[in-house]
Every structure is written in C-alpha cells, then in structure tokens.
C-alpha cells in the first residue's frame, strides 16, 4: 500500500478535486430519498400539486447536479488511474535497465513482463476504483445510516449491528483473498514463461514435430494459472451474499418496526428503506474494491520487488574515464553465477596488448563467453581482477566502459525498425571521456557504409528493394542467420571501439566471407583489441595469440604453432577439425 500511496502523493491535487466531485455526488444521491419523502408526505398526503412539483424539480436539479459531479469524477479518475500506471511502469522499466544481469537472471524476464503489465494494471484498476467507488461508498454508507437514524430513530441498534457484521466479512474478505491472489500472479508469471518459451522457439518446435509436447505444457501452466483463479475467486464469492442477506435482513427488521407506522409517516419509511438501499449498495461497492484491492496489494508487493532491487554490482565511489586504447589483463579471475554450486572460471590470466587479436577456442562449456561478458562487467569476477590499460573495470564509469567496448553475442539481435535504424545503435561513442549521442534522424551515412563494407553486409543490403531503409521483422525474421550475423558486426564496429568482442559471430559465414570479415578488421579508424570466440580452428589459427579453455580453466595460451606443441587439448580440437598432425 505503502508503493500506491507514494505515487498518488504526486497527483494529490487532482486527487482531492475527484474527490470533491465524488463527495457532492454522494451527497446528491442521498438527498434523493429525502425530497422523495417530502413529495409523499408534503405533497401527496395534502394533495398540494405546487409541493410535488416543487420537490420534483429540486430532485431533477439534484439528479443534473450529480450527473455533472461523475463525469468530472470519472475524467480526474481515469486521468490519475493512467498517469499513475504510465510512471510505475517508467519506473519499473528504468529500474531495470540499471540492473545486472545477475539481477535480470534471479527475477527472470517472464516474471518482469508479468509485474509490468498486468500488475500495474491492477494497481492502475484499484486507483481508478479508489477515486470513482471507494470514498463515495463510505460517505453514501455512512450518511444513509445517519439519515435512517434521524428518519427513524428506533433503527439505530439495527444500523449498528449490520454495520458490525460487515465490517468483519470485509476483514475475513482480506484475509482470504490477499495470499490466493499472489499466487495468482505467480502462476501468470509461469504461463508468461512458458508462452515466451514457446514463440522465442518456434522454429526449433516446429523442426521436431514437437507442438504436442509444448501445447501440453501450455495446458499445465493455464491450468495452474485456472485454478489458483477458480480458488482465489471461490473464497471471495461468499462475502458479497453475506453482505447482501446481511442488509436484506436489516430492511425486513426495519419494515417488521415499523407495521404500526402512521400513514403521515409513510414518507419517511420509504426513505429509511431506500437508504437502507444504499448501505447495501454502499457495502457492496466496498466489498468489490475489496477484491480489486488484495489484487493490486499482491501485485504492488511484486512490483516493489523489483522497484527496490539494487543492481549486484557495486559502484565505485568515484568512477573514472580514463583513456582507453585497449590493453586488456586478467589477472587470478574466478567467476560463478549466482546460485550455482561450482564457478564457470577458474584462476585466469591472461594479457592483451593494444591492437592484438586474440582468439579463445575450447570445447562446448570451457568458459569462452563467460570470460568475455566479465569485460564489459556484466558481471563482476568473484575473485582476482581485470583491467583496462592499467584500471580495474569496477572503477571505471559503467556507461563510459561500454561506449569503448563493442559485442556481438553468439546470436544476432536485431529489432524491428529498418537496416539503418538497427545499425544506428553503433552511433553513440565515448569522445574525450564524454558521451556523444546522434540527434534521432541523424545518421552518419559514411561511417554506416563502411561498417558494412568491412562486415560484408553492403552487397546484399544494397540487393534488397529499399537498401539502408529496408524494414526488418521482429528480430529480423527476413533475413539469413549470416544477414544477421553481418549487420551484427557491423553494428559494432561503427563505435570504432578500443575492445572488440566477437563471441562465436561468424559461424553462420562461409569460409570465404568470414576470411573477409576478419580481414577487414584491420580496415578499422581505431586499430581494437579483438577477442575472437571461435569453435573453428581456422578461424583462430592466424590471429596474434590463442587462448584455450576447457572446463572453465586456461589450457594454454600462446600462438598457433605453440599450442599445437603445448597444449593438449587445443591439439585434439586441431586434429577432429583439420586431420592428424604428422610432424610438428
């Protein structure tokens, strides 16, 4: 609650004018059965015309008067409610991008989706509830138990026992509610797992024939997700009738009273009864909000989570921004993902100087990727260090860091936009130790070419029907894994970065195009240290140094000829590639 109060503190204003609006159309609507009881009593007891139609027409002016008060109280309502849910979702968002990966792996993409969809929809329901039902039910409630009071006194222990007996199936409405509907987003979080699962895969699904294995798991986790609603939904279903035969009851007591009610009174009793008309009304909308607010308190629990999550990574005090030309050194690095039993790397060191290029080969599970994700620190090494000419990546300004370090990840990532909106993401780089962006719309056409020229993606960019401005599909589904791996590449080398990583990039090329790619990189404005991953031999064979890992351990380290005579396992991925080695 603590989390919704905070962001309505910022629209208090609006807030309290709804309010207001609220509050008059609560008050018009309980003036209604009072000037009904006038036009009974005044009017059509005494047959006086001019008094019904007196009354009539202050009821039809109260009933304009309160139609205006909800449609204002509907427009502030729904204002709030959406601004409201627009800024969490801001803030859950920006919090995000702030966070590790470490983070990002622990809270899990599905379930971040899930808090920043449908919880803060839940929220922006109950806010919206708040301003259009919660505050007018308490003023209607307890101004119709007044006006019973004083229509017909004789009501009052009535009143006060009903209202007793309300109040606790609204506290039992909460207490049964609140833990059945958190596991309702849980059980959300799994479905949205399992649907993002599926679609990210669908290709590989469809390739195995496997659509039955994966609609069945889709049946368990909506199936789980029905449940838990049918449990949540069922608890909750009790209050409302109870409520409802509560104030039932109350209105045939006050009718069993009053049978000796005089006919000059017959008014007020009309009037006490449709008062008790909007207490139960009054209940009711209470106890629906109810509802919606143990689902926004589940949801505002989950949403905070993620809204108090601190990044697992420290920050230094004072992060610098050194030059960086590219010598890069690991010096005893250890490495383990949080909560795993056993690290991912042990104990490397390794130096590369400016300009080199360094191959990293070993079986599938040595580490290669692991090692390259600690450079740009999206994680941080459990043990040793590793710096940047000569600092500590830990005390280096974060964004300064990545604006000199380039990668392109074992898969190609592209969005949806066109070729040249994609590779434009290459065009903020760190000038001075400052951070330089491109203005939206302005492209550096030069650099944007020859990135592509160096990574073979002019020829057949220029081959489709629109060039540069050829729109790509969701992860640029119309283009060829080696498209994609080429617009990858070229992305990355526009920053002409001082560290280049290039984790396995290049295994949907030919031979001949990778060869090309590769040399091309000494085409580069800025010469970079390039990290090469490579399962190929060679790919790696002709780079300055080699770095073989097996088993989260360095194997050796040296150049090609030094590793065939040195190092085992290196010589082992040589001769399952190339053949048999005859003479060293």
């Not at 760190?430 to 592509?452: L, P």
């Amino acid at each position: 609650m603590k989390l919704i109060l905070r962001y309505l503190k910022k629209h208090i204003v609006i807030f309290c004018i709804s309010t207001a609006f609220l509050t008059l159309e609560a008050v018009a609507d309980l003036l209604q059965p009072t000037y009904m009881s006038y036009i009974v009593d005044n009017g059509v007891a005494d047959k006086n015309t001019d008094k019904i139609l007196m009354y009539g027409g202050i009821m039809l002016g109260i009933a304009l008067f309160g139609a205006f008060c909800a449609v204002m109280r509907n427009h502030f309502a729904s204002r709030t409610s959406q601004t409201i849910g627009k800024e969490i979702r801001h803030d859950i968002y920006q919090n995000v991008q702030s966070l590790s990966l470490e983070n990002i792996d622990r809270l899990q993409p599905a379930s971040i989706i899930t808090r920043i969809t449908n919880d803060v929809t839940q929220i922006q329901d109950f806010i919206n509830s708040i301003m259009r039902i919660l505050i007018k039910a308490p003023v209607t409630g307890i101004g119709a138990v007044i006006l019973i009071i004083v229509q017909t006194p004789k009501q009052a222990p009535i009143m006060i026992i009903i209202i007793v007996i309300a109040s606790l199936l609204i506290v039992a409405n909460i207490m049964v509610g609140y833990p059945r509907f958190g596991k309702v987003q849980k059980k959300l979080d799994k479905l949205n797992g399992v649907s993002r699962e599926f679609l990210s895969s669908v290709r590989v699904v469809k390739a195995f024939r496997a659509e039955d294995r994966e609609t069945g798991k889709f049946d368990d986790a909506s199936g789980e997700l029905a449940a838990a609603n049918t449990s949540a939904l069922r608890a909750m279903a009790m209050f409302a009738p109870l409520i409802n035969l509560t104030v039932n009851f109350g209105i045939v007591l006050l009718l069993w009273i009053s049978k000796d009610q005089k006919a000059a009174d017959i008014g007020r009793l009309m009037a006490s009864v449709n008062y008790m008309g909007q207490v139960l009304f009054a209940l009711n909308f209470i106890s629906n909000v109810i509802n919606s607010a143990v689902r926004a308190l589940a949801s505002s629990e989950r949403i905070k989570e993620v809204l108090d999550e601190k990044p697992a990574q420290k920050k230094a005090e004072n992060p610098g921004k050194p030059e960086i030309k590219g010598r890069l050194e690991f010096k005893n690095v250890s490495f383990a993902y949080a909560n795993s039993s056993r690290n991912a790397l042990n104990n490397i060191s390794f130096t590369a100087e400016p300009g080199q290029t360094i191959g990293i080969i070993g079986p599938t599970g040595s580490g290669k990727s692991s090692l390259v994700n600690l450079i740009p620190r999206f994680y941080d090494c459990t043990e040793g260090s590793i710096t940047v000419d000569g600092c500590d990546v830990r005390e280096i300004d974060e964004e300064y860091l990545r604006n000199r370090i380039s990668l392109v990840a074992q898969k190609a990532l592209l969005f949806t936009g066109t070729i040249k909106e994609n590779l434009s993401w290459g065009l903020s780089r760190a000038v001075n130790g400052e951070t330089q962006k491109e203005k939206s719309g302005n492209y550096d056409m030069d650099r944007i070419t020859k990135a592509a020229d160096i990574a073979c993606a002019s020829e057949f960019i220029e081959n489709t029907e629109n060039g540069y401005e050829t729109l790509l599909g969701q992860g640029g589904v119309n283009l060829s894994g080696g498209q994609k791996q080429r617009l990858s590449i070229a992305r990355a080398l526009i920053k002409n970065p001082s560290i280049l990583i290039l984790d396995d990039c290049t295994s949907a090329l030919d031979a001949n195009t990778e060869s090309k790619v590769l040399k091309g990189l000494s085409e580069m404005e800025t010469k970079a240290t390039v990290l090469l991953i490579s399962q190929r031999i060679s790919t790696v064979m002709r780079v300055d140094k080699i770095l073989c890992l097996n088993n989260g351990t360095v194997e050796g380290f040296g150049t090609h000829a030094e590793l065939l005579e040195n190092c085992r396992t290196y010589r082992e991925i040589y001769e399952s590639q190339i053949g048999k080695i005859e003479k060293l």
